[in-house]
């Protein structure tokens, strides 16, 4: 009696979708035809190495990308060409557990900025934020060092999903600057979700690491490493930056 895993006939059913199968693949949804190659340890470690080696030159040349050619990544998925590299959300979740990964190695604020830097490094409304703390006291009626561990605790929190929100929020502005265009909104959401991995690996992995070597660099010369650390100059470096690439992101796709 035939083993029913391990069809001989030219002509079968297909397991998956139930379609006439002609040959070893499915014409319909790609299926491939069992044989007992395929329950051999050998197919299998094989199986392993291809994934393994698949997913890492789709992520390393797709990281590269987004890095070096600013919207090439957006055209490509638009010209239908998207096997090559890592989906638009599959690239900026891999590249938000890197950015928050480097949190614990490197010391970064960027979207947990804590309460002291709110109402002492803040160039822009330091007014603001001291007269609601002075508020938030005396409502809650608690010391400063408890609402400052309070804050710290939920800024950390919120912005995980500060991040994921900024997409939608760039998709929106895409949607309104180029609405002659026409374009689908889908198309603006993965220009959105590219130019986000972008700020991921700026802010994760370039940025942290520049500022170790210039700062142990500016030790060594007796220059103050505040001229590397100070927000605002920080600040200022990050938005042309981002400036540019956004410039020649739109200018490509």
């Not at 890197?98 to 804590?114: E, G, Q």
């Not at 690491?209 to 590397?228: C, D, G, Q």
Request: aromatic share 14%; hydrophobic share 45%; with cysteine.
């Amino acid at each position: 009696m035939e083993d029913d895993r391990h069809p001989s006939a030219l002509h079968s059913a297909c397991p998956s979708c139930g379609a006439e199968a002609v040959g070893h693949f499915c014409s319909n949804c790609g299926e491939k035809e069992l044989t007992d190659q395929d329950y051999s340890l050998r197919h299998y470690l094989k199986e392993i190495v291809t994934a393994v080696t698949l997913l890492e030159s789709k992520v390393l040349r797709s990281v590269w990308l987004v890095l070096t050619k600013p919207g090439y990544l957006s055209s490509e998925y638009f010209r239908g060409c998207r096997v090559r590299y890592m989906k638009p959300l599959q690239l900026f979740v891999f590249l938000n557990v890197v950015y928050y990964f480097s949190l614990t190695l490197f010391y970064a604020t960027t979207f947990t900025t804590p309460l002291a830097t709110q109402l002492h490094m803040n160039d822009y409304y330091p007014r603001y934020a001291n007269t609601r703390v002075d508020r938030k006291l005396e409502k809650e009626q608690i010391s400063y060092e408890e609402l400052e561990a309070k804050y710290n605790r939920r800024t950390s929190v919120l912005s995980r999903t500060l991040v994921f929100l900024l997409i939608p929020v760039f998709t929106v502005l895409f949607y309104a600057l180029f609405f002659k265009k026409k374009k689908y909104l889908v198309e603006h959401t993965v220009v959105a979700t590219h130019f986000w991995s972008f700020n991921l690996l700026l802010l994760g992995v370039i940025l942290p690491v520049a500022t170790v070597l210039l700062v142990r660099s500016f030790k060594v010369l007796h220059i103050p490493a505040a001229y590397v650390t100070n927000d605002a100059v920080t600040s200022s470096v990050l938005q042309v930056c981002l400036g540019v690439y956004l410039f020649m992101m739109l200018r490509r796709c």
